[in-house]
């Protein structure tokens, strides 16, 4: 088993920044291919966001947040982070970490929520107008 637990969520005026992080715990040795971002917001579909192969060479964003958002990792501290400059109040949504093990998600780890094993919580980021 893997524990994930998102922070750094919060409100914020449109236009503003915020860092997500997440940090994992339990099984971590097992080594996860691949980290992701995704986000729900109310009524909505949960969202790709965001997502790495780790070890941090390849990174894969979804349309509506590129130039916007920058996902990294630290391997040395089992964190994922979201930088997300320039928010927006489309957004406003509940976000989640994520960490899945999948090969034929590998080249494509947004795709599909199906590619992620464990999940954290969420932590909730509003945008204001």
């Known amino acids: 088993q893997v524990q994930l637990v998102e922070s750094g969520g919060g409100s914020v005026q449109a236009g503003g920044s915020l860092r997500l992080s997440c940090v994992a715990s339990g099984r971590t040795d097992t080594g996860a291919k691949y ?21 941090g060479l390849v990174t894969e964003y979804g349309d509506s947040v590129k130039g916007r958002f920058t996902i990294s990792e630290d391997n040395s501290k089992n964190s994922l982070y979201l930088q997300m400059d320039k928010l927006r109040p489309e957004d406003t949504a509940m976000y989640y970490c994520a960490a899945g093990w999948s090969w034929s998600c590998l080249n494509s780890p947004l795709r599909s929520t199906d590619c992620y094993t ?3 919580q969420g932590t909730q980021v509003t945008v204001s107008a």
């Not at 980290?35 to 070890?55: C, D, I, N, S, Y």
């Open 35 to 55: 980290m992701g971002w995704f986000r729900q917001a109310p009524g909505k579909e949960r969202e790709g966001v965001a997502a790495v192969r780790t070890g």
């Open 118 to 120: 464990f999940w954290g």
